[in-house]
């Protein structure tokens, strides 16, 4: 079984994660490298590329090459390249590493457009250049090795690529013949082959649709009015496919779109978590912030003295979250480690994402992990595909929240209910169903 994705996107982690939980370990190949990928995962960069180096350390922004006389200034959200007052480059960090990891570089023009982008990876070094015209319109991406020798040129005008491979230049008229080179080169196989895209990595498998080949396409997306046309196409002319649905309300809005004759091959199937505890429907709840603006959140712990309310950050408490401390039930642990997060996590059984500001340590994921009960206010949500809409509240019907902290905390019956409702909120499959529909 190959794994084939055109990005690694959080859906498509989330998919490649269910894979692994439920003991499922296909060879996965991502069609657009972000430099990123994890060490498993297979790219037509890292082939061709042949790089060698293993250690894996990334960028910090302040080490980005710059000329001379031009500063970076930077905080824990992004960066900026300064030639005295102007601005001339702005650095983006990769979202799943701390430390200000450089994912790319963009640019800028003396008009201030992006002129072009440096995209650097895992191990620190840039492996590709995107170049954009003066309407910021893709022209070029040029991809390097660990010795910044260029050896793949696409060229989004024209449609071609054009690979150094083996001390000669092989032109391919699209990705399509592109892809087919590599799998080829790379000693991959069709023949039992999982997508979760329509796009890029669909059309190279439907190209092959004439071999014996078993198809299978997770559907991560929404649907509207119709099904996407290349949806028909494949449930007219693949035979062995099935479309398996994650999400069970984008399920039944296929179900009602998809033909009578085709509704046979249209799963649903679910994600598979991994769960790092099991609730014990502890009156502990956790809130982790960089801000000091929590809304009401001195009214709710009053008016629920058995919640004990633990508030971490990264960084320092100002004066107005330090006040807090006054409450009984309030703890705060300011500039926590993540050793520090992570046993909060493990002591508390309740989540309020209720803080404005950033979300830290992907703080809504991991107590999700972690099995947590989530609430949020709607202004304030910061992942709503882990939080249940019915806990989910107006910041000024605090009350409504409170009260139903209030519940759970003195009714077990109603906190396992709610619980139960979240993880079917959130499409949770066990391992024997993934892989029942994954055969």
Known sequence: MINLYDKLNSQTLQLHQ??????????????????????????????????????????FFNEVPVPRFWEIEGSNQSAVIKDRDK????????????????????????????????????????FAQLVMDD???????????????????????????????????????????????FFEKANLSIEDIVLNSFATSFLFVYHQRETNLKCRIFWQEKIKDELPENMKVALKNI????????????????????????????????????????????????????????????????????????IASKTEMSSKLLQLDKIQNIKLYPES??????????????YLDINKGN???????????????????????????????????????YHSLSDVIGEISSNKTIFSNKLSMQLQFANSSSIESFQKRIE
């Not at 190949?29 to 061709?48: A, E, I, T, W």
């Not at 893709?138 to 910044?148: G, K, L, P, Y």
Request: hydrophobic share 40%; with cysteine; charged share 25%.
């Open 337 to 350: 480690a993540e050793d520090n997060i992570l046993n909060l996590c493990q002591k508390c059984d309740i």
């Open 18 to 59: 269910s894979f692994l939980n439920a003991n499922i370990n296909p060879k996965t190949v991502v069609v657009d490298d972000d430099g990123f990928l994890p060490s498993d995962v297979l790219s037509p960069y890292k082939f061709f590329s042949r790089n060698t180096i293993e250690k894996e350390r990334p960028l």
């Open 135 to 181: 309407h910021q319109n893709q022209i070029i991406t040029r991809f390097f090795d660990q010795n910044n020798d260029e050896f793949l040129v696409e060229n989004f005008v024209t449609k071609d690529l054009i690979l150094r491979w083996d001390n000669k230049d092989i032109f391919f008229d699209n990705r399509i013949s592109f892809l087919s080179f």
């Open 87 to 126: 601005i001339r480059g702005k650095i983006v960090y990769q979202k799943e590493y701390g430390n200000r990891a450089v994912a790319s570089v963009e640019w800028l023009n003396k008009s201030g457009h992006v002129q072009f982008i440096d995209y650097y990876n895992r191990h620190g070094f840039r």
């Open 359 to 397: 979300e830290i340590y992907e703080s809504v994921r991991l107590a999700f992990a972690h099995k947590m009960l989530l609430f949020a206010y709607e202004e304030t949500v910061h992942n709503k595909q882990f939080v249940d809409g019915n806990n989910i509240f107006k910041l000024d019907n």
């Open 239 to 310: 035979e062995n496919l099935k479309i398996l649905i994650p999400d069970k309300k984008a399920y039944d809005c296929v179900m009602d779109a998809v033909e009578a004759s085709h509704q046979h091959k249209i799963e649903y199937i679910g994600y598979v978590y991994e769960f790092l505890k099991v609730n014990q429907y502890k009156n502990e709840a956790l809130i982790l912030t960089n801000s000091d603006d929590i809304p009401h959140i001195d009214s709710i712990a009053k008016e629920n003295q058995n919640v004990t309310f633990h």
